[in-house]
């Protein structure tokens, strides 16, 4: 993952990528045909749902303002649980 300098003070590069896929396998089988909430703060800020099997996962994302644009910050969390099966 691209970053920008100053995202590895926030969160040692190793824990961020740990942490990604701890989420992802979290996560489990992604449903493509669930909608993506994706909102645009501006062209350099984009937030967007993935929800999977074991419940929706909210990425939000920042580019750095220079030509070539590095991910400024990355922020990755659940938002919803995995559905549970209906107690009898």
């Known amino acids: 993952m691209a970053g920008y300098p100053g995202m590895d003070l926030d969160q040692p590069r190793a824990e961020r990528r740990q942490h990604v896929r701890n989420v992802r ?3 489990g089988d992604i ?3 669930a909608p993506a909430d994706e909102d645009r703060e501006s062209p350099a ?3 967007w749902t993935v929800t999977g099997t074991g419940g929706a996962v909210r990425i939000e ?3 750095s303002p220079e030509p070539s644009p590095k991910i400024q910050s990355l922020d ?3 938002v919803e ?3 549970t099966a ?3």
């Open 81 to 83: 649980p995995a559905p």
């Open 25 to 27: 396998a979290r996560l």
């Open 31 to 33: 449903d493509v045909t």
């Open 61 to 63: 994302m920042s580019l």
């Open 76 to 78: 990755v969390r659940f």
């Open 45 to 47: 800020a984009l937030a």
């Open 86 to 88: 209906e107690r009898p």
